[in-house]
């Protein structure tokens, strides 16, 4: 795949209406749908920002969560919950989407800018329509949630079509959803010239530069909680890192495919074999693979289970792995040292459970030490790194969970490929 894409800087954006795709699936309070967290509205900023400055009217948009676009969907997804359909109405389900509404998401958003965010009540009905129509340079418009049209996550051409008819150039920012070829992220390139934001841009090029042509040694850390999520992970990266670290809770199955006991550690029985392979891939190509020589177990998973520490060769019945033990911590900050860049996905332990979380902090704390590029893709390696506050002291951390994790599976991401090339 091309990393080298076309930015907002490569075209003039003066007095033109820009279709701006970004990442406002925010986590919101479950009762009373407060934002809980607003770290992707203000990651959206800078290219916001540029926008304005440069005289666009901004057309912005996103999805969040998964509403159902329609009442037969919502019946059907209610249904397998255990619902009885009969007892289902079209107010509730409208209900449903209402909670979905990114009403919120514009009223801070127009408080991080300081400027007021016009919120449409559709996507391409009327309303959003005629703000569309109406926007003048410098102002912004938040057309509804994306996924509430049915034909967004189908990538239909009509919808997207219409939603590009409102602009004259498309800008994606939404790493978070470039692994999805939906209307919004990938359909509406079609007929519009298609460029990427700032945020786009800096996952391309310390991602992609750290997978195309990576500053050497380069270590992957490889961990998070299973073999089968991560295989195309590992597959991708044995192609080009000089050494691969294991931990998390897929270091057990690596470890009973090398004949340990690994007692009632997380052990998936399927992939043995692929764990044997890999091994035998890393000797072939001359990678190192390094897997923890110790092992913290708990009798029981739990917060305040005791810590016991164990040879992971010889994890005992009664105790499950969940973080990677004190030789394992020294001899990974070892092979991190030298590393020119350093790509990370996957705690090395139960993190969120702070006994368990010395393996996935002393990384952290190695990865800071280093002179190399570091970076961190996955969901909870990001989560793991900011709770432990270390995400000030990494190169990069991936904005963009299952993105990241296909970025580096070096799978084409339909929302980038569609971006117009340098
Ligand atoms: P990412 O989102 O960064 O790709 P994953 O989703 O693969 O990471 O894995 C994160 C999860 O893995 C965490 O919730 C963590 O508790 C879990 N995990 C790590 N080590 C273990 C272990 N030894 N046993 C069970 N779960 C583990
Ligand atoms: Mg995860």
């Known amino acids: 795949m091309n990393y080298n894409k076309k930015t907002v800087k490569d075209v003039d954006v003066k007095g033109k209406k820009v279709l701006l795709r970004c990442d406002f699936n925010v986590p919101q309070d479950k009762a009373t749908g407060a934002i809980t967290d607003d770290k992707r509205i203000r990651a959206a900023l800078p290219t916001i920002q540029y926008l304005l400055d440069q005289g666009a009217a901004v057309i912005a948009c996103s999805h969040l969560g998964k509403p159902n676009a329609t009442f037969e969907s919502y019946v059907k997804k209610q249904a397998e919950k255990g619902k009885d359909p009969a007892s289902l109405t079209e107010e509730e389900w409208k209900k449903s989407l209402k909670k979905l509404s990114l009403a919120p998401v514009a009223k801070?958003?127009?408080?991080?800018?300081?400027?007021?965010?016009?919120?449409?009540?559709?996507?391409?009905?009327?309303?959003?329509?005629?703000?569309?129509?109406?926007?003048?340079?410098?102002?912004?418009?938040?057309?509804?949630?994306?996924?509430?049209?049915k034909g967004e996550t189908k990538n239909d051409p009509e919808l997207a079509k219409k939603m590009a008819s409102m602009a004259q150039v498309y800008v994606s920012d939404a790493f978070g959803a470039v692994h999805r070829a939906h209307a919004s992220t990938a359909g509406v390139a079609d007929y519009l010239p298609a460029v990427s934001g700032f945020l786009i841009q800096k996952e391309l090029e310390i991602i992609g530069g750290a997978l195309a042509n990576p500053k050497r040694p380069l270590v992957a850390i490889l961990g998070g909680s299973k073999v089968s999520s991560k295989i195309g992970v590992i597959n991708n990266l044995l192609e080009i890192a000089d050494t691969i670290i294991i931990g998390g809770g897929m270091t057990y199955t690596f470890l009973k495919a090398q004949g340990g006991s690994v007692g009632k550690s997380l052990l998936e029985a399927d992939w043995l074999d692929y764990c044997n392979e890999m091994m035998k891939k890393a000797a072939d190509k001359g990678v190192k693979l390094l897997l923890p020589e110790d092992t913290v177990c708990a009798k029981e998973f739990s917060a305040d289970a005791?810590?016991?520490?164990?040879?992971?060769?010889?994890i005992p019945d009664d105790c499950m792995g969940m973080d990677i033990g004190p030789k394992a911590i020294a001899a990974y900050s070892e092979a991190v040292k030298d590393a020119g860049t350093i790509?990370?996905?996957?705690?090395?332990?139960?993190?969120?459970?702070?006994?368990?979380?010395?393996?996935?902090?002393?990384?952290?704390?190695?990865?800071?030490?280093t002179a190399a590029i570091t970076?961190?893709?996955g969901g909870d390696s990001a989560a793991a790194v900011q709770q432990l506050g270390y995400a000030d002291k990494m190169t990069h951390i991936s904005t963009g969970g299952g993105a990241s994790l296909e970025f580096m599976e070096g799978k084409e991401l339909p929302g980038v490929a569609c971006l117009l090339d340098r």
């Open 108 to 149: 801070r958003l127009g408080e991080l800018l300081g400027r007021e965010v016009i919120m449409a009540a559709d996507v391409v009905g009327p309303d959003a329509t005629a703000k569309a129509a109406a926007l003048k340079p410098g102002e912004i418009l938040l057309l509804e949630n994306t996924r509430f049209e």
């Open 306 to 314: 005791e810590p016991i520490t164990v040879d992971s060769m010889n």
């Open 343 to 369: 790509i990370w996905n996957g705690p090395m332990g139960v993190f969120e459970f702070p006994a368990f979380a010395k393996g996935t902090e002393a990384v952290a704390k190695a990865l800071s030490g």
């Open 375 to 377: 970076i961190i893709g």
